[in-house]
């Protein structure tokens, strides 16, 4: 419940900020059971820098994900012209300019590790920002919310119809709240499956009711998911399945940011300073108006220190600097700090003591903070550990950039036959069978050459291709494809190595643009050895 600002008093008597009647679900001191019914949350739009950044932030993420698979690049008349595809039929996966074959999944894994570390040097930095701006749950919930707020209207209202008896008007615009989520379900498990088939051809058999039945179920799964989460258990899933509010703990320490309250400013925080400062009490500049817990999507009161339902969202920093503008007073009594600098604060409040004196941190003249407060700038979050986990970083992208720039566009496999390991012709010369694998990894026709290097006088010859030998064979390779062959390599008597040898089947482009190469042995009789 909101206690509204008397607009029919003369101004000069008007309260200077809202106050609100909201309990945080789970007060200092007062946590609720392990298993207790879920409380509703009816958070209050905020408005200021943060929440304008999470704005952005929804508009850039939801656009990335509902518009990539409709982004087209041209590979040519070979291979799909979507941006980005996972092809599992073809087994390939398609970024751009950049093509992902199964045997080079190694870069998928370079890429986790790297999301891994990333994640670890954001919350070493700043806390949850992940969760407080980027995790999927925190987007999809911000956007349920835009339509929630869209047809049931703000907190008050919102509290008004749920607390109301089943009416037309109630019934209607629930049933409207209802089906837009279900649609933005829809929408979200449409989006998925584009990124694995074309999306506009997969568009049209899934509304003519010919694609295939896993889109379906995975659409499907995807709008129960995206519905339940993002509509129906909210703030739950953070708290009760999300592990990361569990793990965080460990990626913190003394140099992070996080939102804090700073009680060595706040406290002791009174909703009557007026009468307060006239009978001689210390104040605080914390009116007790609540507007931290009545915007915050948990449901916490963030005056109860740091918590792990805490995603660090920062509206309430918005909330309460709105309140201290208003009150004339400095933006900053809940802000992003580190434990370090809250420390050093506190033991400026209060002195020798345990209690906090208003009077320590303020000039008495200007009734300005003291230039003895530390404010977290940047350079607070710069420190050997993030240090090392932003060059750890950058070391495992910039070899992956590396990897994919030197690559080669051509791939050789090559496997000895086991049995027989060598024949002996009627001549006296010696052939070695080899299954050979040629990749072309891209997608436009190529010719190649096939010769050997290390084993002189050696003829290479196709097992279809009858008894003809040569020191090179011509081969033509389709786009985006593996060309399979069975390759004899003959050496004659006179040229035949005294022991196993070791050499190269070599495979390249005739202007010597694409190469590659694999080493392997030529087998011969125990008694040549």
């Avoid at 009711?209 to 909210?234: D, E, K, N, S």
Wanted: aromatic letters at 10%; proline letters at 6%.
């Amino acid at each position: 419940m909101t206690t509204l600002i008397d607009n029919t008093r003369p101004s000069a008597e008007r309260p200077a900020t809202e106050r609100y009647d909201v309990d945080a679900v789970n007060s200092a001191g007062r946590r609720p059971p392990l298993y207790a019914p879920r409380k509703k949350i009816f958070p209050k739009r905020a408005s200021g820098y943060f929440r304008k950044f999470k704005w952005l932030v929804m508009l850039v993420t939801l656009t990335i994900y509902y518009v990539t698979p409709w982004l087209r690049w041209d590979r040519g008349p070979f291979a799909p012209d979507q941006a980005v595809l996972v092809d599992l039929a073809n087994k390939r996966f398609y970024f751009f300019f950049i093509e992902i074959w199964p045997q080079e999944f190694y870069y998928v894994a370079g890429m986790l590790v790297m999301a891994g570390i990333g994640l670890f040097l954001i919350t070493s930095t700043v806390g949850r920002a992940w969760c407080g701006y980027a995790c999927p749950q925190t987007v999809w919930v911000d956007l349920f919310l835009v339509v929630e707020r869209f047809i049931e209207g703000d907190r008050n209202a919102r509290i008004k119809l749920d607390a109301a008896p089943w009416s037309a008007s109630k019934l209607t615009k629930r049933m409207i709240k209802h089906v837009t989520w279900l649609v933005i379900g829809v929408l979200t498990g449409g989006a998925w499956v584009f990124y694995f088939a074309d999306a506009p051809t997969l568009l049209g058999d899934i509304a003519t009711l010919q694609a295939p039945l896993v889109a379906y179920a995975t659409i499907g799964l995807l709008t129960a998911t995206t519905y339940t989460f993002g509509g129906l258990m909210r703030e739950q899933v953070c708290t009760y399945m999300c592990p990361w509010p569990r793990i965080q703990g460990a990626m913190l320490d003394e140099n992070s940011l996080t939102v804090t309250y700073n009680d060595w400013r706040g406290e002791p925080r009174t909703r009557h300073a007026k009468r307060a400062i006239a009978e001689g009490k210390p104040v605080g500049d914390c009116v007790d108006c609540n507007a931290c817990v009545v915007v915050c999507p948990m449901g916490i009161d963030i005056r109860d220190g740091q918590q792990l339902e805490c995603i660090t969202c920062a509206l309430c920093i918005d909330a309460c600097d709105d309140v201290m503008t208003r009150l004339g007073k400095e933006p900053g009594l809940i802000s992003y700090a580190t434990l370090s600098d809250y420390n050093q604060n506190m033991a400026l409040a209060t002195g020798s003591g345990k209690v906090i004196q208003p009077t320590r941190i303020r000039d008495q003249i200007t009734g300005r903070l003291n230039d003895a407060i530390k404010h977290t700038d940047w350079r607070s979050i710069i420190r050997p550990r993030t240090i090392v986990y932003f060059v750890g970083w950058s070391a495992i992208g910039l070899a992956m950039l590396t990897a994919l720039a030197l690559r080669s566009p051509l791939s050789l496999n090559v496997l000895h036959d086991r049995n027989p390991l060598y024949v002996e012709l009627r001549d006296g010369s010696i052939r070695n069978g080899y299954e050979v694998k040629i990749l072309n990894m891209t997608p436009a026709l190529r010719t190649v050459e096939l010769r050997l290097e290390g084993l002189p006088g050696a003829q290479l010859s196709l097992v279809d291709g009858g008894e003809d030998t040569a020191q090179v064979l011509n081969l033509e390779l389709e786009p985006d494809k593996v060309l399979p062959l069975r390759l004899y390599v003959r050496v004659p008597p006179g040229a035949r190595p005294a022991s196993q040898a070791k050499f190269h089947i070599v495979v390249e482009t005739p202007d010597g643009h694409a190469r590659s190469n694999t080493e392997t042995t030529f087998e011969v009789p125990e008694n040549a050895k």
